[in-house]
């Protein structure tokens, strides 16, 4: 059942951008400023982000990247999951010692340590994600326009000019 899940996840990280590849790119909407005309803001897309990890990068035109994240955040959950399972059965186990006294009542059984160890790693790691999907949609969003601002310009004799341009803001 976990190698089926792994394989799948792996098939969807390798065919989502061949996916997006394929798809026609949406034409260049005009130069206007306006929130609305901007699409998501970047604090949009950071909650997104933390309550679905990806949402914000397929908000702002990345759905590669929010698969990645996805993925991420549910493998790390996956894992948290199972090692609060493993861990109730180290506890289990742990009870049935000492009730058959084989394990003193101060003693701690090393493999329920061993367990909470794990279980503390993977929901640091999943909160980690979590934040580290925000941060990035977050930094997409502000950099989503970044291409049409910096380019290159090719010169006579086969040079090419770097150019960037700044918009300033129109006073009424």
Same mark, same amino acid.
């Given at each position: 059942?976990?190698?089926?899940?792994?394989? @799948? $996840? =792996?098939?969807?990280?390798?065919?989502?951008?061949?996916?997006?590849? &394929? #798809?026609?790119?949406?034409? *260049?909407?005009?130069?206007?400023?306006?929130?609305?005309?901007?699409?998501?803001?970047?604090?949009?897309?950071?909650?997104?982000?933390?309550?679905?990890?990806?949402?914000?990068?397929?908000?702002?035109?990345?759905?590669?990247?929010?698969?990645?994240? @996805? $993925? =991420?955040?549910?493998?790390?959950?996956?894992?948290?999951?199972?090692? &609060? #399972?493993?861990?109730?059965? *180290?506890?289990?186990?742990?009870?049935?010692?000492?009730?058959?006294?084989?394990?003193?009542?101060?003693?701690?059984?090393?493999?329920?340590?061993?367990?909470?160890?794990?279980?503390?790693?993977?929901?640091?790691?999943?909160?980690?994600?979590?934040? @580290? $999907?925000?941060?990035?949609?977050?930094?997409?969003?502000?950099?989503r326009?970044?291409?049409?601002h910096?380019?290159?310009?090719?010169?006579p004799?086969?040079?090419?000019?770097?150019?960037?341009?700044?918009?300033?803001?129109?006073?009424?």
């Open positions: 059942m976990q190698i089926r899940c792994l394989v @799948f $996840a =792996l098939a969807a990280l390798v065919i989502a951008p061949t996916l997006v590849a &394929q #798809q026609t790119p949406p034409a *260049a909407a005009p130069a206007d400023t306006t929130e609305r005309s901007r699409g998501v803001s970047p604090r949009g897309a950071f909650i997104r982000s933390l309550i679905l990890p990806g949402w914000g990068q397929s908000a702002v035109g990345a759905p590669g990247r929010g698969g990645v994240y @996805f $993925a =991420l955040e549910s493998g790390s959950l996956w894992m948290l999951y199972r090692t &609060q #399972q493993r861990l109730n059965d *180290a506890r289990s186990q742990e009870r049935f010692l000492r009730e058959n006294r084989l394990l003193g009542a101060q003693e701690q059984f090393a493999l329920v340590e061993a367990r909470e160890e794990q279980r503390e790693d993977w929901l640091v790691l999943s909160v980690f994600w979590l934040f @580290f $999907a925000g941060a990035d949609a977050y930094v997409a969003a502000y950099l326009d970044f291409d049409r910096i380019g290159m310009v090719p010169e004799g086969g040079a090419l000019r770097l150019q960037a341009t700044v918009p300033l803001a129109r006073r009424p």
